[in-house]
Nanobody, 123 residues
Framework: QVQLVESGGGLVQPGGSLRLSCATS????????IGWFRQAPGKEREGVTC????????HCADSVKGRFTISRDNAKNTVYLQMNSLKPEDTGVYYC????????????????WGQGTQVTVSA
């Protein structure tokens, strides 16, 4: 049974940092590209970043470049999202998912999803 479980969310002040984890089970993480998405209230789910299964290369949205870093530890079956210099507009529920298609930024190209973890950036 494929499972992805996000953790590490919370309330943080602007300029602060959080590290999210995506613990996976039921499949071999080495073979999958994993993406992080977020969804703010009333908005569509948007792609934040992803890390490739083949060479560890990454892609990320312009809005988080230089602030967010994705990494993976296949031995621990876990993918991480380090978020620095957080802004109020980073607030939302963050999800990790497994890429089935080719468009890392398109949620329709992903099949298995976690339940999400809430990130709130507020003073």
């Amino acid at each position: 049974q494929v499972q992805l479980v996000e953790s590490g969310g919370g309330l943080v002040q602007p300029g602060g940092s959080l590290r999210l984890s995506c613990a996976t089970s039921g499949f071999t993480l080495d073979y999958y590209t994993i993406g992080w998405f977020r969804q703010a209230p009333g908005k569509e789910r948007e792609g934040v970043t992803c890390v490739s299964s083949s060479d560890g290369s990454t892609h990320c949205a312009d809005s988080v470049k230089g602030r967010f870093t994705i990494s993976r530890d296949n031995a621990k079956n876990t993918v991480y999202l380090q978020m620095n210099s957080l802004k109020p507009e980073d607030t939302g529920v963050y999800y990790c998912a497994t890429l089935r298609g080719t468009r890392w930024y398109d949620p329709d190209d992903y099949d298995y999803w976690g339940q999400g973890t809430q990130v709130t950036v507020s003073a």
